[in-house]
C-alpha cells in the first residue's frame, strides 16, 4: 500500500498553521456524544415547489418533514442540510442552528450545484463535450460564486461516474466512457467549484460522487446492482475520483448501489483502504440519499442500528437522511461496540474541519441583497453562451449545408416540441431557473435574424409522457399544459406546410428533460413519441432540413444519418442555449464539440465502448452481429467545424525509452479553410503486447487549438509512465511492461495519422 499521499500531509500541516486542528480538539472535548451524533447527520430541507403533486416525493411526508428538521435544528441536532436555496430561508435556518447549538456550531448547507444554480450551464456531458477544461472551470466557478452567494457551501458535483451505457439516465451528469477525459473534467470543475481553496471568497466544497461504479448498472437501470472486475475499477472507474482527489476535492458521496456484492455504501474497502489509506483522501465522506438506512433495505444490514455501525466503520462520516436517520441509532452501536469512540470522534473532525476552513464559524450568514446582483450577474450569462457554443458537437454536415448565410434566406421553419420549450432547454438536475430569461432555440434564431428572415414554428406533434412518471417531475415536469386541446394530424400538417414553404426547416428533436437524470433509464434509444415520423416529414417535403438534437444520451438517429444533410447534437444547453444555437447555425462560431462517448447505432450494442481490447478475429470487429453493423454511428472523439482540419508531421522524438522513461510527440495541425475554427488534437495510445492485452486505443492526450484561417501550429504532447501504466490482472498489481505501442494523433478515435515507440529495459 502507498504511504498516505503528500497531499494530505499538506491539508494536515496547513490545518496546523491555521489553528484549525487546535479548534476541532477543543471542540471534541467539549461535545456531548448526541452533539456529536448531531453534526453527522445531514438532513434534506424540502419544501415542494408551489403547485407541486402532493404526493409524498422520496418517501417521505412533506408536511412533516420541515418540522422535523426544525425541531432537530432546535435541539443542536443537525449537522448539515441539503436542498434550500434561497438565501433568506438559509439565514432563517442558520439562526435555528446556532441558536440551538451551545458551542455555536453552524451547519453546513448542500446543495446539488451540477450544471449551475440560477445561470444554467449546458448539462455535464454537453460540458465534457467541450473538451476544453478552461471553460468547464469557467463554468463551474460561475456555479460556485452563485450557490456561495446564496448560502450553499457545498456541491454534489461533479458525477465523475464513467457511463458506458446510455441506457443509464445518469450518463447526463457525467464525462461519459473515457477515464482520461473523465479525470480531466473532474479536476477542472474540481477547481472550478473550489479554486485553489474553498476556504477563499466564491467558492464551495466539491463532491465528487458515486463512489463507485453507479453508472454500470445491470441492464442500464438504475439503482441496479453493478458488478465490476478490479481491472475495470483500477483501470476506468477510479482514474476520474482520484485525479478528483488529487486536485484537492474536500468531500466525496457514496453510491446507492451494490458493488460486487456488498452496498457501495458500506465498503469499508472503497472508503478507508482506497479513498483514505492509498489515496490520502482527507475530506469528508458523505452517503447518497437515505444510503445509510437503506443498508437495511438492501437485506445487509439487520436493523438501523447495525446499517449506523456499518456505515461509519466503512469510513462514512456523514449521513444524508430523507427522515429518520440510522445514525441517530450511533449512541446505541457505540454502546454495543459496534462502532468504535475514536471512529465518530474521526467522522466529527473531518466535518468541524471543513466548516472552519470554510469561515462558517465566523460568518455564518450571507448577505441577501448581494446574492441578488450576483444570481443576476450577467458576466456569467456570458459564460453559459460559450460554454454551449463550445460543447455543440456537429455529427455530420452534407454539402456544407451549414452555416446558414441569414443574407441568402427569406423563411426558415423551426419545428418540434422542444424547439421552444425553456424547462427543456436547460435539462435536468436544476431546481432554481429562471424560465423568463431562458433563451430557447426559436427565441435564438428569431433574436438572430431579427426581421430579416421569417420565423415561423410549430411544434408538430404533443410532448410525449413517460410510462411511469418521474418523483423529479416536481420540479417543473413535462406536463403539457391542455393535452386535450392538441389537435395531432392538425399540428403535424400545420408543421409540414411550414416546413414545405420555408427555405430552410430546423428540427429540434431529442428526450423531453425528465426522460434523463436519475431514474430516467430507458429499455430503448429510440426518439421518443413521434418524432422520427416528425423528422420524416419533414425531410420529406424536399426543404433542406437541419436537425437540432436536444439529449443528454446517445440516440438511434440510423434514420437520420443517411437522410438528414445537417445534425448538430445541441445537449439541454442552458439558459443562453438558443442563443449559443443561433450563433453556430449562422456561422458566427464553428462547433468544435466532440462526443465524449462512443455514439451506438443501435440499443443492442450497448454497453459499447471504442477503448475495448483487440480479442479474437478483430478483423470481424465491425460485424460481431449478423443484423447490423456493430460499428459505431458516429466514433468517440467526433465533431465536425465549419474549418478544415488536416494532420501531418507525426513525429516521437526517439525510438525507443525506459519503462519509467517519457517520449514527446509531435504533430502539425492546419486550417485549409478559409474561417477561423477550434479544434480537439487527440492522442491514442496502444500497447502491442503485455502482462495483459491492452484496449486498442485508449485517448492519452487531447489539446484544444484555435487556428485562423489557413494557419498551422506544432502541437506536443508528452507520454511518460502515468500514461502507460495500468493495473493488470496477472499481475494484480500496477505494471509498467516493456513493449512496442502505437500512437495515433487526429481529431477523432479513428484517427490514422500513426507511428510507434518501443520501451525497452536497457
Ligand atoms: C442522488 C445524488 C444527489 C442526492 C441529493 C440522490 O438521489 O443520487 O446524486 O446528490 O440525491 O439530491
Same mark, same amino acid.
Given at each position: 500500500?502507498?504511504?498516505?499521499?503528500?497531499?494530505?500531509?499538506?491539508?494536515?500541516?496547513?490545518?496546523?498553521?491555521?489553528?484549525?486542528?487546535?479548534?476541532?480538539?477543543?471542540?471534541?472535548?467539549?461535545?456531548?456524544?448526541?452533539?456529536?451524533?448531531?453534526?453527522?447527520?445531514?438532513?434534506?430541507?424540502?419544501?415542494?415547489?408551489?403547485?407541486?403533486?402532493?404526493?409524498?416525493?422520496?418517501?417521505?411526508?412533506?408536511?412533516?418533514?420541515?418540522?422535523?428538521?426544525?425541531?432537530?435544528?432546535?435541539?443542536?441536532?443537525?449537522?448539515?442540510?441539503?436542498?434550500?436555496?434561497?438565501?433568506?430561508?438559509?439565514?432563517?435556518?442558520?439562526?435555528?442552528?446556532?441558536?440551538?447549538?451551545?458551542?455555536?456550531?453552524?451547519?453546513?448547507?448542500?446543495?446539488?450545484?451540477?450544471?449551475?444554480?440560477?445561470?444554467?450551464?449546458?448539462?455535464?456531458?454537453?460540458?465534457?463535450?467541450?473538451?476544453?477544461?478552461?471553460?468547464?472551470?469557467?463554468?463551474?466557478?460561475?456555479?460556485?460564486?452563485?450557490?456561495?452567494?446564496?448560502?450553499?457551501? $457545498?456541491?454534489?458535483?461533479?458525477?465523475?461516474?464513467?457511463?458506458?451505457?446510455?441506457?443509464?439516465?445518469?450518463? %447526463?451528469?457525467?464525462?461519459?466512457?473515457?477515464?482520461?477525459?473523465?479525470?480531466?473534467?473532474?479536476?477542472?470543475?474540481?477547481?472550478?467549484?473550489?479554486?485553489?481553496?474553498?476556504?477563499?471568497?466564491?467558492?464551495?466544497?466539491?463532491?465528487?460522487?458515486?463512489?463507485?461504479?453507479?453508472?454500470?448498472?445491470?441492464?442500464?437501470?438504475?439503482?441496479?446492482?453493478?458488478?465490476?472486475?478490479?481491472?475495470?475499477?483500477?483501470?476506468?472507474?477510479?482514474?476520474?475520483?482520484?485525479?478528483?482527489?488529487?486536485?484537492?476535492?474536500?468531500?466525496?458521496?457514496?453510491?446507492?448501489?451494490?458493488?460486487?456484492?456488498?452496498?457501495?455504501?458500506?465498503?469499508? $474497502?472503497?472508503?478507508?483502504?482506497?479513498?483514505?489509506?492509498?489515496?490520502?483522501?482527507?475530506?469528508?465522506?458523505?452517503?447518497?440519499?437515505?444510503?445509510?438506512?437503506?443498508?437495511?433495505?438492501?437485506?445487509?444490514?439487520?436493523?438501523?442500528?447495525?446499517?449506523?455501525?456499518?456505515?461509519?466503520?466503512?469510513?462514512?462520516?456523514?449521513?444524508?437522511?430523507?427522515?429518520?436517520?440510522?445514525?441517530?441509532?450511533?449512541?446505541?452501536?457505540?454502546?454495543?461496540?459496534?462502532?468504535?469512540?475514536?471512529?465518530?470522534?474521526?467522522?466529527?473532525?473531518?466535518?468541524?474541519?471543513?466548516?472552519?476552513?470554510?469561515?462558517?464559524?465566523?460568518?455564518?450568514?450571507?448577505?441577501?441583497?448581494?446574492?441578488?446582483?450576483?444570481?443576476?450577474?450577467?458576466?456569467?450569462?456570458?459564460?453559459?453562451?460559450?460554454?454551449?457554443?463550445?460543447?455543440?458537437?456537429?455529427?455530420?454536415?452534407?454539402?456544407?449545408?451549414?452555416?446558414?448565410?441569414?443574407?441568402?434566406?427569406?423563411?426558415?421553419?423551426?419545428?418540434?416540441?422542444?424547439?421552444?420549450?425553456?424547462?427543456?432547454?436547460?435539462?435536468?438536475?436544476?431546481?432554481?431557473?429562471?424560465?423568463?430569461?431562458?433563451?430557447?432555440?426559436?427565441?435564438?434564431?428569431?433574436?438572430?435574424?431579427?426581421?430579416?428572415?421569417?420565423?415561423?414554428?410549430?411544434?408538430?406533434?404533443?410532448?410525449?409522457?413517460?410510462?411511469?412518471?418521474?418523483?423529479?417531475?416536481?420540479?417543473?415536469?413535462?406536463?403539457?399544459?391542455?393535452?386535450?386541446?392538441?389537435?395531432?394530424?392538425?399540428?403535424?400538417?400545420?408543421?409540414?406546410?411550414?416546413?414545405?414553404?420555408?427555405?430552410?426547416?430546423?428540427?429540434?428533436?431529442?428526450?423531453?428533460?425528465?426522460?434523463?437524470?436519475?431514474?430516467?433509464?430507458?429499455?430503448?434509444?429510440?426518439?421518443?413519441?413521434?418524432?422520427?415520423?416528425?423528422?420524416?416529414?419533414?425531410?420529406?417535403?424536399?426543404?433542406?432540413?437541419?436537425?437540432?438534437?436536444?439529449?443528454?444520451?446517445?440516440?438511434?438517429?440510423?434514420?437520420?444519418?443517411?437522410?438528414?444533410?445537417?445534425?448538430?447534437?445541441?445537449?439541454?444547453?442552458?439558459?443562453?442555449?438558443?442563443?449559443?444555437?443561433?450563433?453556430?447555425?449562422?456561422?458566427?462560431?464553428?462547433?468544435?464539440?466532440?462526443?465524449?462517448?462512443? $455514439?451506438?447505432?443501435?440499443?443492442?450494442?450497448?454497453?459499447?465502448?471504442?477503448?475495448?481490447?483487440?480479442?479474437?478475429?478483430?478483423?470481424?470487429?465491425?460485424?460481431?452481429?449478423?443484423?447490423?453493423?456493430?460499428?459505431?454511428?458516429?466514433?468517440?472523439?467526433?465533431?465536425?467545424?465549419?474549418?478544415?482540419?488536416?494532420?501531418?508531421?507525426?513525429?516521437?522524438?526517439?525510438?525507443?525509452?525506459?519503462?519509467?522513461?517519457?517520449?514527446?510527440?509531435? %504533430?502539425?495541425?492546419?486550417?485549409?479553410?478559409?474561417?477561423?475554427?477550434?479544434?480537439?488534437?487527440?492522442?491514442?495510445?496502444?500497447?502491442?503486447?503485455?502482462?495483459?492485452?491492452?484496449?486498442?486505443?485508449?485517448?492519452?492526450?487531447?489539446?484544444?487549438?484555435?487556428?485562423?484561417?489557413?494557419?498551422?501550429?506544432?502541437?506536443?504532447?508528452?507520454?511518460?509512465?502515468?500514461?502507460?501504466?495500468? $493495473?493488470?490482472?496477472?499481475?494484480?498489481?500496477?505494471?509498467?511492461?516493456?513493449?512496442?505501442?502505437?500512437?495515433?494523433?487526429?481529431?477523432?478515435?479513428?484517427?490514422?495519422?500513426?507511428?510507434?515507440?518501443?520501451?525497452?529495459?536497457?
Amino acid at each position: 500500500m502507498t504511504p498516505v499521499s503528500d497531499q494530505r500531509q499538506q491539508t494536515e500541516r496547513q490545518l496546523q498553521a491555521d489553528g484549525i486542528q487546535a479548534q476541532v480538539d477543543e471542540l471534541l472535548r467539549r461535545m456531548t456524544p448526541a452533539e456529536k451524533v448531531g453534526q453527522v447527520t445531514q438532513y434534506f430541507y424540502f419544501r415542494l415547489p408551489a403547485g407541486a403533486a402532493t404526493e409524498p416525493a422520496l418517501g417521505m411526508d412533506p408536511d412533516a418533514q420541515p418540522l422535523a428538521v426544525k425541531e432537530a435544528l432546535g435541539r443542536g441536532a443537525v449537522g448539515s442540510l441539503l436542498f434550500v436555496t434561497d438565501p433568506a430561508e438559509i439565514n432563517r435556518l442558520q439562526r435555528l442552528a446556532l441558536a440551538g447549538n451551545r458551542l455555536g456550531i453552524p451547519v453546513l448547507f448542500g446543495f446539488d450545484v451540477i450544471h449551475g444554480l440560477r445561470t444554467i450551464l449546458p448539462v455535464p456531458i454537453a460540458m465534457a463535450a467541450s473538451w476544453d477544461v478552461e471553460t468547464i472551470e469557467q463554468g463551474q466557478a460561475v456555479a460556485a460564486r452563485e450557490a456561495r452567494a446564496v448560502g450553499i457551501h $457545498w456541491a454534489f458535483a461533479p458525477m465523475v461516474d464513467i457511463a458506458r451505457d446510455p441506457r443509464w439516465g445518469r450518463i %447526463v451528469e457525467g464525462a461519459g466512457e473515457d477515464p482520461f477525459l473523465g479525470a480531466a473534467v473532474a479536476v477542472a470543475q474540481v477547481r472550478g467549484f473550489q479554486g485553489t481553496d474553498y476556504g477563499q471568497e466564491d467558492r464551495i466544497i466539491a463532491g465528487p460522487k458515486h463512489f463507485a461504479g453507479y453508472g454500470a448498472a445491470l441492464g442500464g437501470r438504475d439503482y441496479d446492482e453493478v458488478n465490476l472486475s478490479d481491472t475495470e475499477l483500477w483501470n476506468t472507474i477510479f482514474p476520474p475520483f482520484k485525479a478528483a482527489v488529487e486536485a484537492g476535492a474536500g468531500n466525496v458521496m457514496t453510491a446507492y448501489m451494490d458493488l460486487n456484492g456488498v452496498p457501495a455504501s458500506a465498503s469499508r $474497502w472503497l472508503f478507508t483502504e482506497v479513498l483514505r489509506q492509498e489515496w490520502g483522501f482527507g475530506g469528508f465522506v458523505v452517503s447518497d440519499a437515505n444510503a445509510v438506512r437503506n443498508l437495511v433495505t438492501h437485506g445487509f444490514a439487520a436493523d438501523p442500528t447495525g446499517a449506523a455501525a456499518r456505515a461509519m466503520a466503512a469510513g462514512v462520516d456523514l449521513e444524508m437522511a430523507i427522515q429518520d436517520p440510522a445514525y441517530a441509532q450511533l449512541p446505541e452501536a457505540l454502546q454495543a461496540g459496534a462502532v468504535g469512540q475514536d471512529v465518530l470522534d474521526a467522522s466529527v473532525r473531518r466535518i468541524l474541519e471543513a466548516k472552519l476552513r470554510l469561515g462558517l464559524f465566523d460568518n455564518p450568514y450571507v448577505d441577501e441583497d448581494r446574492a441578488r446582483q450576483v444570481l443576476t450577474d450577467p458576466r456569467h450569462r456570458e459564460v453559459a453562451r460559450v460554454a454551449a457554443e463550445r460543447s455543440a458537437v456537429l455529427l455530420r454536415n452534407e454539402g456544407d449545408l451549414l452555416p446558414l448565410d441569414p443574407d441568402e434566406l427569406t423563411s426558415v421553419a423551426v419545428i418540434g416540441p422542444l424547439a421552444d420549450s425553456p424547462r427543456d432547454t436547460l435539462g435536468p438536475w436544476v431546481f432554481d431557473f429562471d424560465l423568463d430569461e431562458t433563451v430557447t432555440v426559436l427565441e435564438g434564431i428569431r433574436r438572430k435574424v431579427g426581421d430579416r428572415v421569417r420565423v415561423e414554428s410549430a411544434p408538430g406533434i404533443p410532448v410525449v409522457q413517460r410510462v411511469f412518471a418521474s418523483m423529479f417531475d416536481m420540479f417543473g415536469g413535462n406536463r403539457p399544459e391542455d393535452p386535450e386541446g392538441f389537435d395531432a394530424e392538425a399540428e403535424l400538417g400545420r408543421a409540414v406546410d411550414l416546413a414545405g414553404a420555408a427555405d430552410v426547416a430546423v428540427v429540434v428533436a431529442g428526450e423531453w428533460q425528465n426522460m434523463i437524470g436519475e431514474a430516467a433509464s430507458r429499455s430503448s434509444l429510440e426518439l421518443p413519441g413521434r418524432q422520427l415520423e416528425l423528422l420524416q416529414v419533414v425531410v420529406g417535403t424536399g426543404t433542406p432540413t437541419v436537425l437540432l438534437v436536444m439529449n443528454g444520451r446517445p440516440l438511434d438517429l440510423r434514420w437520420a444519418a443517411e437522410n438528414v444533410p445537417a445534425i448538430l447534437d445541441i445537449w439541454y444547453p442552458g439558459t443562453q442555449g438558443g442563443a449559443a444555437v443561433a450563433n453556430l447555425l449562422f456561422g458566427d462560431v464553428s462547433p468544435s464539440g466532440k462526443l465524449p462517448f462512443s $455514439w451506438p447505432r443501435t440499443v443492442g450494442q450497448v454497453p459499447f465502448v471504442y477503448s475495448h481490447t483487440r480479442s479474437h478475429e478483430p478483423q470481424n470487429q465491425g460485424r460481431r452481429y449478423w443484423d447490423e453493423p456493430s460499428t459505431p454511428l458516429f466514433p468517440f472523439g467526433h465533431g465536425l467545424s465549419y474549418g478544415r482540419f488536416t494532420y501531418s508531421d507525426l513525429t516521437v522524438d526517439r525510438p525507443s525509452i525506459t519503462p519509467e522513461g517519457t517520449i514527446t510527440v509531435s %504533430v502539425r495541425v492546419t486550417n485549409a479553410s478559409d474561417r477561423e475554427a477550434a479544434e480537439v488534437v487527440q492522442l491514442y495510445l496502444h500497447q502491442r503486447h503485455g502482462s495483459a492485452s491492452r484496449p486498442v486505443r485508449e485517448l492519452k492526450g487531447f489539446q484544444r487549438v484555435t487556428l485562423s484561417p489557413q494557419a498551422s501550429q506544432q502541437v506536443r504532447f508528452t507520454i511518460g509512465p502515468e500514461h502507460r501504466r495500468y $493495473w493488470s490482472t496477472t499481475e494484480r498489481d500496477w505494471v509498467l511492461d516493456t513493449s512496442i505501442s502505437d500512437i495515433w494523433v487526429g481529431g477523432s478515435s479513428t484517427a490514422e495519422l500513426t507511428t510507434t515507440f518501443e520501451v525497452v529495459r536497457t
